[in-house]
Nanobody, 124 residues
Framework: QVQLVESGGGLVQAGDSLRLSCTAFGRRFSSYTMSWFRQAPGEERKFVAGINWNGDTTLYADDVKGRFAISRDNAKNTAFLQMNSLKPEDTAVYYC?????????????????WGQGTQVTVSS
């Protein structure tokens, strides 16, 4: 069992940056692929970025590539999402998710554990 707790969301202006954190409570954090998803009102939950267990593989959605960066610190059981050049269309609830796997996948249905979500609002 893994419990995920996100933090770092907030209200910012377009062009600003935010750093989200996801801390895992439980065993074997380093065995999990960690990903971030986001869900805007009335929309499906969408993949944003993912990182494999040792950080040597990352995957991004096309609309965040070059602006967002995912990373992890296995010693601190924490994954991060650095978000730069934020746009109003990035406004959503951001969720971190854990998958007991060595590969990064985009499908939300494949993930084993989810955090409670953190709101990110970008004003124009």
């Amino acid at each position: 069992q893994v419990q995920l707790v996100e933090s770092g969301g907030g209200l910012v202006q377009a062009g600003d940056s935010l750093r989200l954190s996801c801390t895992a409570f439980g065993r074997r954090f380093s065995s999990y692929t960690m990903s971030w998803f986001r869900q805007a009102p009335g929309e499906e939950r969408k993949f944003v970025a993912g990182i494999n267990w040792n950080g040597d593989t990352t995957l991004y959605a096309d609309d965040v590539k070059g602006r967002f960066a995912i990373s992890r610190d296995n010693a601190k059981n924490t994954a991060f999402l650095q978000m730069n050049s934020l746009k109003p269309e990035d406004t959503a609830v951001y969720y971190c998710a854990a998958l007991l796997s060595t590969v990064v996948v985009r499908s939300a249905g494949d993930y084993d554990y989810w955090g409670q979500g953190t709101q990110v609002t970008v004003s124009s």
